[in-house]
């Protein structure tokens, strides 16, 4: 995105910085350090995509077609750690890096080189992900979650994405503090904690969710190395260890990594309802106090994952009812959306139709996620393409649309131009479309038995799945407009209005011209705090 | 951003009551602007963490009757 901050002079601000290559490596200005995550995140979309791809391809229809069933596993199992660690974790990363110094009024993060830091070891971990598809005995294989034994089985593969889980754990936990730090010290004088913006305020208790979780990741992933070089049995029942351990540790992690992945998800929907409804968010203060709830119950729910790895009655009664609880934050976070829409003077720009998009397709996979947490229930669909349809509705339709929602919202910001609306709306009503052709099926598929992480199937199941890797191919070849679409914008020489949404109050519109010069609030604004 | 030495010590039911709020989601706004000015930070932290131990606790006891 070089050419974005190229007609910031005038505005008053420097905006010396080196040219080239060396802008980008040496850079620690928060706008730069966002635009690399978000091109990041957006490659390793498309590699995780072309995995997801190659999986439907091999399922379209049922026997051996593309893939051994040694690819197919390390496929799936690459596919979910891309998209984790790769894809969504960073982009919302991005976001922060962009958003929150301009929307709190700071003129950069707090810890600008460590920002830099954190960014450059997310390449390093990605090659070590993807090369590991070359190296004698292919990628690792065990599906994403890395249960023992078959982690403590594998080849070099596996070692390359344990040293891959710790190097993006010490990114995350370095942009965590970074923006604790900056949303804690450097918000504009005025601005009080419950005068910030939602998306701040999620972030905020993300970043103290990854603070206390990716330790306990990078525990887990030591004990495993060790496991399989050094001679210790953490995991191992031969050597007195118990695979139920790694389960247990980590899922301590992976549950509330869910809720990294959708808090600032809430947040990003949280600032475009209010504005394309041109009413202030309906109880913002019941917002923050409903993302603390979830962040804090989601501590306390991780063993709903393992309900069939065997457990005491009371232990599966007690996940069961804990998650179940979480539908009560998470519902008040519904209602006052809806409630912000109610009699608002609605328009429908492509950021709004992806977060109403967000809104419909998230209950329900909030919804399948109750089913889900039903002990009886989950003991049926453990391990089935149900639990699949069910995260990916949370996942794509929630965390991914909302990043689509967030890029078109801000994009006139980022860059100075508009995106083309019309083709904006094309890639919404296609995304809909091929993502509920693609996962909708998926829960029947689930429920009448077909098992996740299986290259093959029995022959009852082949229309849904053809069904569904239609689906797939339609999703995938959807978001290559969506890059076609951002490059439209970034080279469109016609530039966007200062404040093209009329609703928007946050300072970053407020306060600044567009496109946001290279260096913004070196004086921190006059913040006059709005009722919420 | 107004100081803790500016806010006077609340009362523990207040701070209950806010962690309560803040459990369930819902807290209405005139609550909301007198916790912010008579809670300090510590005694919300404070407050969060006993009320996540006892929402734990209460919940294995609901289990406990409902197993015997």
């Known amino acids: 995105m070089a050419a974005v901050h190229g007609d910031v002079h005038g505005h008053g601000h420097e905006d010396h910085h080196p040219t080239g290559?060396?802008?980008?490596?040496?850079?620690?200005?928060?706008?730069?350090?966002?635009?690399?995550?978000?091109?990041?995140?957006?490659?390793?979309?498309?590699?995780?995509?072309?995995?997801?791809?190659?999986?439907?391809a091999e399922l379209f229809q049922p026997g051996i077609q593309i893939l051994e069933?040694?690819?197919?596993?390390?496929?799936?199992?690459?596919?979910?750690?891309i998209m984790v660690f790769g894809a969504i974790m960073p982009a919302f990363v991005g976001f922060a890096n962009w958003q929150v110094p301009m929307m709190i009024g700071a003129p950069d993060m707090a810890f600008a080189r460590m920002n830099l830091w954190s960014f450059w070891l997310l390449p390093i971990a990605a090659s070590l992900l993807v090369s590991s598809f070359f190296v004698p005995g292919g990628a690792a294989a065990g599906g994403w979650t890395f249960y023992p034994p078959l982690s403590t089985q594998g080849g070099l593969g596996v070692d390359m994405m344990i040293f891959a889980v710790h190097i993006l754990g010490a990114s995350s936990i370095m942009g965590a503090i970074n923006i604790i730090t900056t949303i804690l010290n450097m918000r504009a004088p005025g601005m009080r904690l419950m005068d910030?913006?939602?998306?701040?305020?999620?972030?905020?208790?993300?970043?103290?969710?990854?603070?206390l979780v990716m330790p306990v990741l990078?525990?887990?992933?030591?004990?495993?190395?060790?496991?399989?070089?050094?001679?210790?049995?953490?995991?191992?029942?031969?050597?007195?260890?118990?695979?139920?351990?790694?389960?247990?540790?980590?899922?301590?992690?992976?549950?509330?990594?869910?809720?990294?992945?959708?808090?600032?998800?809430?947040?990003?929907?949280?600032?475009?309802?209010?504005?394309?409804?041109?009413?202030?968010?309906?109880?913002?203060s019941s917002m923050v106090y409903a993302t603390a709830s979830i962040a804090i119950l989601s501590c306390v729910v991780w063993a709903h994952h393992m309900f069939t790895a065997g457990m005491p009655t009371v232990g599966q009664l007690f996940f069961m009812y804990a998650t179940m609880l979480i539908a009560v934050p998470t519902g008040v976070k519904v209602f006052n959306w809806t409630a912000t829409m109610w009699r608002g003077a609605m328009t429908f720009e492509t950021p709004m139709l992806f977060a109403i998009g967000f809104i419909f397709l998230f209950v329900i996979g909030g919804f399948s996620g109750v089913i889900c947490a039903i002990v009886p229930i989950d003991i049926q669909v453990q391990d089935t393409y149900y639990v699949i349809a069910h995260f990916h509705y949370v996942l794509v339709s929630g965390a991914l649309f909302a990043l689509f929602a967030g890029a078109y919202y801000w994009l006139p910001k980022w860059t100075g131009h508009m995106y083309d609306e019309t083709l904006g709306k094309w890639h919404f009503w296609l995304s809909m479309i091929f993502f509920n052709l693609t996962f909708f099926v998926q829960h029947f598929l689930g429920l009448a038995g077909m098992p996740r992480r299986i290259p093959d199937y029995a022959l009852q199941f082949a229309d849904f799945n053809m069904v569904s890797s239609i689906g797939a191919f339609g999703f995938g070849m959807s978001q290559l407009l969506f890059v076609y679409i951002v490059i439209k914008c970034i080279r469109s020489k016609e530039a966007a209005p200062e404040k093209p949404w009329d609703g928007a109050t946050t300072l970053e519109w407020t306060h600044l011209p567009t496109p946001a010069p290279y260096h913004s609030f070196e004086k921190p604004p006059v913040f006059k705090p709005v009722s919420h | 951003m107004s100081s803790d030495q500016d806010k006077s010590n609340a009362s523990?039911?207040?701070?209950?009551?806010?962690?309560?709020?803040?459990?369930?989601?819902?807290?209405?706004?005139?609550?909301?602007?007198?916790?912010?000015?008579?809670i300090k930070p510590s005694q919300v932290i404070i407050g969060g963490l006993i009320g996540g131990v006892l929402f734990v606790v209460t919940i294995l006891l609901v289990v406990k009757i409902i197993v015997n």
Do not use: C
């Not at chain 1, 305020?201 to 990854?210: P, S």
């Not at chain 1, 992976?254 to 992945?261: C, L, S």
């Open chain 1, 21 to 56: 290559i060396m802008r980008w490596v040496t850079t620690t200005n928060h706008k730069d350090i966002g635009t690399m995550y978000l091109w990041f995140s957006l490659a390793m979309f498309f590699t995780g995509g072309f995995l997801a791809l190659g999986i439907r």
């Open chain 1, 69 to 81: 069933p040694e690819m197919f596993n390390s496929f799936t199992t690459l596919h979910g750690l």
């Open chain 1, 196 to 211: 910030m913006p939602l998306f701040v305020w999620t972030w905020l208790i993300t970043a103290y969710l990854l603070v």
């Open chain 2, 12 to 38: 523990v039911f207040q701070v209950a009551k806010a962690v309560l709020a803040a459990f369930i989601g819902i807290r209405k706004k005139s609550d909301l602007e007198s916790d912010a000015a008579n």
């Open chain 1, 218 to 284: 990078a525990g887990t992933v030591t004990m495993l190395l060790t496991d399989r070089h050094f001679g210790t049995s953490f995991f191992n029942a031969a050597g007195g260890g118990d695979p139920v351990l790694f389960q247990h540790i980590f899922w301590f992690f992976g549950h509330p990594e869910v809720y990294i992945m959708i808090l600032p998800a809430f947040g990003i929907v949280s600032e475009i309802i209010p504005t394309f409804s041109r009413k202030p968010l309906f109880g913002y």
